[in-house]
T-cell receptor, first 113, second 110 residues
Framework: AQSVTQPDIHITVSEGASLELRCNYSYGATPYLFWYVQSPGQGLQLLLKYFSGDTLVQGIKGFEAEFKRSQSSFNLRKPSVHWSDAAEYFC???????????FGGGTRVLVKP | SQTIHQWPATLVQPVGSPLSLECTVEGTSNPNLYWYRQAAGRGLQLLFYSVGIGQISSEVPQNLSASRPQDWQFILSSKKLLLSDSGFYLCACWGTYGYTFGSGTRLTVV
């Protein structure tokens, strides 16, 4: 069965500093991979997705993610965070069976002024 | 593009009362539909998914049930709510335009 792990439950970063959120997946074949952001009390917004091709994926709001098959990872990065980036971030993978999206546990990002 | 409508946005219900949350989809046909729950401070857990009318798969044992009476309609129900049913419920759709989420319903059982 596929699984997604986000090792960091909370991350605190200063405004203007770089951010990297870790995501590891477990799946036999190359999965479809996603990063979502959830602001407090809100639904999920898709930041970016990887299906195939170039392993460095650009998303909205200045985010990017890199797929590394050898490490089974799909880490999310942003060079310079803004206070509005404070939110919870979810990594997810889509397997073949029933097209079910499996989520990691989420990483809550706090941005210090 | 496909759109999901989910309501209500917030709901406060007493323990033991029934529940019905509705999700409708437009802009795609024969989508896969999903109900997820996010408990406070927890990640997203898949509760049910449906690949077609009347076809429901349950991912976890619980106090809830789901139904799909129409291709575009997915309903989450309970006969008697428990305190542990509190959480944020998200409907999702896998259709022509990929994966789309509804805006969610925050349920508080008191």
């Amino acid at each position: 069965a596929q699984s997604v792990t986000q090792p960091d439950i909370h991350i605190t970063v200063s405004e203007g500093a770089s951010l990297e959120l870790r995501c590891n997946y477990s799946y036999g074949a190359t999965p479809y991979l996603f990063w979502y952001v959830q602001s407090p009390g809100q639904g999920l917004q898709l930041l970016l997705k990887y299906f195939s091709g170039d392993t460095l994926v650009q998303g909205i709001k200045g985010f990017e993610a890199e797929f590394k098959r050898s490490q089974s990872s799909f880490n999310l990065r942003k060079p310079s965070v803004h206070w509005s980036d404070a939110a919870e971030y979810f990594c997810a993978s889509l397997g073949a069976a029933g097209n079910k999206l499996t989520f990691g546990g989420g990483t809550r990002v706090l941005v210090k002024p | 593009s496909q759109t999901i409508h989910q309501w209500p946005a917030t709901l406060v219900q007493p323990v033991g009362s029934p529940l019905s949350l509705e999700c409708t989809v437009e802009g795609t046909s024969n989508p896969n539909l999903y109900w997820y729950r996010q408990a406070a401070g927890r990640g997203l857990q898949l509760l049910f998914y449906s690949v077609g009318i009347g076809q429901i798969s349950s991912e976890v044992p619980q106090n809830l049930s789901a139904s799909r009476p129409q291709d575009w309609q997915f309903i989450l129900s309970s006969k008697k709510l428990l305190l542990s049913d509190s959480g944020f419920y998200l409907c999702a759709c896998w259709g022509t335009y990929g994966y789309t989420f509804g805006s969610g319903t925050r349920l508080t059982v008191v």
